[in-house]
């Protein structure tokens, strides 16, 4: 797929994906981008503890569905800017036969698209312009590249914060889930609710870029609901198999990789 023209995109306002990027060490960000995520990282230092724990989750998350489980085919919801390790990188490593496809609506992530669609010969991957909340246009467009008839990983990894009110983020959720095949598999993560991720939610808003929430444990944890989490559970994404034994106090992002039944 060619993605569509480059949209204009406004350097002067915090974009969330420019933000993550600065964060992680990368040279896609603007000041704006870099002045909110500076103040954020004073107020709350673990965040760009988390953004580096997030992607390395992810990694860890799609090597094992890709090489132990078996899956051949990923929906990531909510991209962001290609980084190291990305989905179609780790799994085609594990599985070259694997399939990928990419959603999000930011034009930053827009006019980064074709870094995503590099495929070894024996997979595919494919990048969607929508947004992740209208699950039936993604779904539609994913099946160009995906067959929805057999198992598919969906991926929400750090983005359902954008989604504010909870019972709308559950059945987002289901919406996808209840288009896919039995042995489907959903990995997700976000923030825990705590008095400084409350605190540097507020100072998210207040800087200019599209709010972001954080939610209690419960909550997040009521996301997993009618599937079989993979040990070790829901946690901290930094205890969820690593690769090495953590270090520091475990991250305030909590996670899960569940199964369809």
């Keep these: ?14 974009h969330s994906a420019r933000i993550w990027n600065y964060w992680l060490g990368g040279k896609d960000n603007y000041e704006a981008d870099r002045a909110l995520g500076q103040r954020m990282a004073e107020m709350f230092p673990q965040i760009v503890d988390i953004a580096r724990a997030s992607r390395q989750f992810q990694a860890r998350a799609v090597r094992h569905l890709a090489g132990e489980a078996g899956i051949r085919q990923f929906l990531d919801l909510g991209t962001g800017l290609p980084t190291a390790e990305a989905t179609h990188e780790v799994a085609q490593a594990a599985a070259p036969t694997s399939r ?13 698209a074709r ?12 990048y969607v312009h929508a947004d992740l909340t209208d699950a039936p246009t993604v779904l539609r467009e994913a099946a160009r590249t995906l067959d929805l008839t057999q198992p598919v990983a969906v991926l929400l990894m750090s983005t359902l914060g954008h989604v504010a009110d909870d019972a709308q983020a559950a059945a987002l959720i289901r919406s996808y889930l209840d288009a896919l ?13 705590t008095p400084l991720t409350k605190a540097g ?43 090495t034994p953590p270090t520091g106090d475990p991250v305030e992002q909590w996670g899960f990789v569940g199964a369809k039944p």
Excluded: K
């Design 181 to 193: 095949p039995s042995g489907s598999h959903l990995v997700l993560c976000d923030t825990i609710e």
């Design 1 to 14: 797929m060619t993605p569509p023209v480059e949209q204009e995109l406004n350097n002067g306002v915090p």
């Design 100 to 112: 990928i496809v990419y959603v999000d609506h930011d034009p930053i992530v827009l006019a980064h």
């Design 115 to 126: 870094a995503l669609l590099t495929s070894g010969p024996e997979g595919a991957t494919d």
């Design 201 to 243: 939610s507020d100072e998210y808003a207040d800087g200019g870029a599209i709010p972001y929430i954080s939610r209690p444990q419960e909550t997040i944890a009521s996301f997993a609901d009618g599937l079989e989490l993979l040990p070790p559970g829901f946690g901290s994404i930094t205890l969820w198999r690593p690769d």
